[in-house]
Each structure stands twice: as C-alpha cells, then as structure tokens.
C-alpha cells in the first residue's frame, strides 16, 4: 500500500495541489497530513477543506492548535503572530473547532504519525539532533515514526548508535527503528524552494521523499494581496 504523507501546508493551496497531483500519478492509495495545515499562507479555507476531504489521518502541528486557541502564540515571531490572528478571521467555526479537535499523535496500521516529537508531543519541540531523535525513537511503539515541524527532510535512524540521512530514498529495516521528517509542503526551509512530501510503500518497505515545482510566485502574490507580511511570500522563492 502506498501512503503520500504530507505536513506543513501552511495554507499554500498552489503547493498542496501540485503535490496531490503528483501523488495521485504515482498511484497513492492513501493520505496523510502531519499538521499545520494552517498558518503563513494565503489560503487557509481551501487547504483546510481539502485536507479534510482527502486525508484518512490529520495530527495537530503547533499552527492549528494556536488559530483554534489552544496553545498561546508569545514565543512566535512578530509574522507569525500576525498570521496566526489573519488565519483565525478567515475560518468559520465549525473549521476552527476542526482544528482544535486533533489529536496529537495516531497510531496507524505499521507507522506512526505525528507534528513534532513522540515523546512530548504537546509541547511541539524540535527534532534537530540525534538526542532529540532518540527521545521520540524510545517512544515508537513499531518500526517508523513520520515527522514535520522543522520544514527539512531528514531521517534518523537507531541501531546500536542514531545516525541520520539526507538520502531521498530510505529502506524500512525490519527491527531498526526510523525517524522521517518529510519535510514542508507549503513552506521548505531546506534552502530548496520545492514543495516536499513523502511516499511511504508499506508493502516494500521504503520511503521515497519527493519534490514538486509549483507556481511559487503566485502563491507569494496571493500573500501580498491578502495584506499578509510580506516576507513570508518572499521566503519561498528561497526555502528558507
């Protein structure tokens, strides 16, 4: 079975739908979202029902909780903050309840979801080192965990030490247990401004991160347009 796990929409419609397409080519057979759907983008409403309408599984990211209201925003940035009061008036209640209905972290069939971290999911740490690894990976019930938050594709994976990988393309060892960021949709931080996202094939066992090219300068004009910071169209056309 092939699952397209997607995380870090951020309300980039144009890079979530060059990345359903792409996923639909390759035959996927199920959809995943690993949070903050929301966030920076221009069009919340139209990922957010989307999301809803295509995912079988959506875990909470630290964006979603923070326009429900259910984590506060001070340790955001000045343009996150602003976003994440924008966002809020562009959602109707019942997709703002939505929102604040997520779960933390699913077990699905074989894998685990989830924003941040396995070990303290609510407080939406980072995964930046192979310590920060080993905290989510002593927590993983199976083989392999699937991760976002970070908006960089990364793997860890623990066998007598925690080593990580920048490797496109990674094998599900029977026993070994893996950490997958899959990185961001609608805001790549990776110093590549293509949309990213992941294909996990269960049957064969391996992970495929793929990038796709999307209309990034109307998405960073659809920004301007809403009165939004600039900035934050500016950055994709960098990834970072």
């Given at each position: ?5 997607l995380?870090d929409?951020?309300?980039?419609l144009?890079?979530l ?7 639909k ?19 919340p409403r ?5 999301v809803?309408?295509?995912c ?5 990211g630290?964006?979603?909780f ?12 000045a343009h ?6 924008w ?8 997709r703002?309840?939505?929102?604040g209905?997520l779960?933390?972290v ?7 979801i ?10 939406f ?14 927590r993983?019930?199976?083989?392999v965990?699937?991760i976002?938050h ?14 990580y ?8 060892e029977?026993?070994?247990k893996?950490?997958?960021?899959v ?14 996202y992941?294909?996990y094939?269960?049957?064969?066992r391996l992970?495929?991160?793929r ?13 301007r347009?809403a ?14």
């Open positions: 079975m092939k699952h397209a796990i995380s929409i951020h309300g980039n144009d890079a739908e060059a990345v359903l397409a792409s996923a080519a390759e035959g996927v057979d199920e959809f995943l979202c690993l949070g903050d759907v929301v966030g920076y983008g221009a069009q139209e990922c957010l029902d989307l809803q309408t295509i079988s599984h959506v875990v909470a630290n964006h979603d923070a326009v429900f209201g259910r984590i506060e925003t001070e340790f955001f940035n996150a903050k602003r976003s994440t009061a966002t809020r008036e562009q959602l109707g209640e019942e703002l309840e939505f929102l209905s779960p933390l699913e077990h699905c069939d074989g894998f685990s989830v924003h941040a971290t396995l070990d303290t999911p609510e407080l740490g980072y995964v930046h080192s192979t310590y920060d690894a080993f905290l989510s990976l002593c993983l019930p199976g083989d965990c699937f976002g970070s908006h960089v594709p990364i793997t860890f994976t623990r066998r007598r030490f925690i080593t990988s920048f490797e496109s393309e990674v094998t599900i029977r026993g070994v893996t950490l997958v960021n990185g961001s949709v609608g805001q790549p931080r990776d110093n590549c401004p293509l949309a990213a992941a294909i094939d269960s049957t064969a992970v495929c991160i990038r796709v090219p999307y209309d990034v300068d109307a998405a960073a004009h659809k920004i347009e009165g939004l910071p600039e900035i934050l169209g500016e950055r994709l056309k960098y990834g970072r």
